[in-house]
């Protein structure tokens, strides 16, 4: 698996999921100038493959090599990627810088380069798919704010479409937003606002708040969690059309207990406008009132 913009933290989370296919995610330092690889001819058996999970700011894509192209039709790999029976990846082109020998396991330095057409097949033999247009992908929008910083940046990529995959890879990509773009270490807090978009249904708002030492899993989490929920309920069949997430990132605890509520008048009267006191204790145990 070739992974461009992951911090090694995500890969090390990305690892067992994948580990289950005989598949290890592996950083890649460039991608392919795809103006030089479009001048290329059309695939022939031999040449490297690409088959695409994340497009965008973020990339990651299986890698393999052409067995076989019959009537538009590509054969590859030789195994399964994942064996997820009828699939849409992305079918692009690849190409290979330099093979690293190992007798635990070789590597190669891989770039990826345009979208060539469509995987449909991934079985136990090995993948297929056709020459044409790439699947319709889920867009993925990730606004970071740290307040703190004066910082507002910004995230689009896009991710299969897939009932296991896309919550999955969703978490692990606003994941490695989060650690590569905030505080890794230390405790901190985080404030995270959603909206998933859904064709032929009125659009789903989540918003959730975490803090503490696993804040950071705990955001990501809240942010895929819907997602999973909607594309795995026992109704029907869903598509998303679009994910935004905000999240809003502070390098501190915000968050207290509140242990007493009480009124300044305890016997109002309609109409009146009655006081309203609160007692906190934030997690230093010091008290805040309000």
Do not use: C
């Not at 990509?173 to 998933?196: D, E, F, M, P």
């Not at 598509?239 to 915000?254: E, M, Y």
């Not at 934030?282 to 309000?290: F, H, K, Q, S, V």
């Amino acid at each position: 698996i070739v992974t461009t913009g992951f911090s090694p933290e995500t890969l090390g989370q990305l690892a067992p999921i994948f580990e289950r296919a005989e598949l290890a995610p592996v950083p890649a330092t460039t991608t392919s100038n795809q103006s030089s690889l479009g001048s290329m001819p059309l695939l022939q058996p031999g040449d490297p493959l690409g088959v695409g999970l994340i497009q965008g700011d973020l990339l990651m894509a299986g890698t393999g090599t052409v067995t076989h192209i019959e009537a538009g039709r590509v054969y590859a790999f030789g195994h399964q990627f994942y064996n997820l029976g009828p699939s849409q990846f992305p079918m692009t082109r690849a190409y290979v810088h330099a093979i690293l020998p190992s007798l635990l396991a070789s590597s190669r330095i891989t770039s990826i380069g345009e979208t060539l057409g469509t995987i449909d097949q991934d079985r136990s033999t090995g993948v297929s798919g056709r020459f044409g247009p790439g699947p319709s992908l889920v867009p993925v929008n990730v606004q970071l704010l740290s307040p703190e910083r004066d910082r507002v940046e910004t995230f689009d990529f896009a991710i299969i479409r897939d009932d296991l995959f896309t919550p999955f890879l969703t978490y692990t990509s606003i994941l490695n937003t989060i650690l590569s773009h905030s505080r890794q270490v230390g405790a901190a807090s985080y404030s995270v606002k959603g909206q998933i978009e859904l064709a032929d249904h009125p659009p789903v708002n989540f918003q959730e708040s975490v803090a503490g030492d696993s804040a950071a899993p705990l955001a990501a989490l809240y942010a895929s969690g819907p997602l999973s929920a909607l594309l795995n309920n026992e109704f029907e069949p869903l598509t998303i059309t679009n994910l935004a997430v905000s999240i809003t990132a502070h390098d501190q605890i915000r968050a207290v207990t509140l242990n007493r509520v009480w009124l300044g008048n305890p016997r109002p009267r309609p109409g009146q406008t009655v006081p309203l006191h609160l007692a906190f204790r934030d997690y230093r145990g010091d008290e805040i009132l309000r």
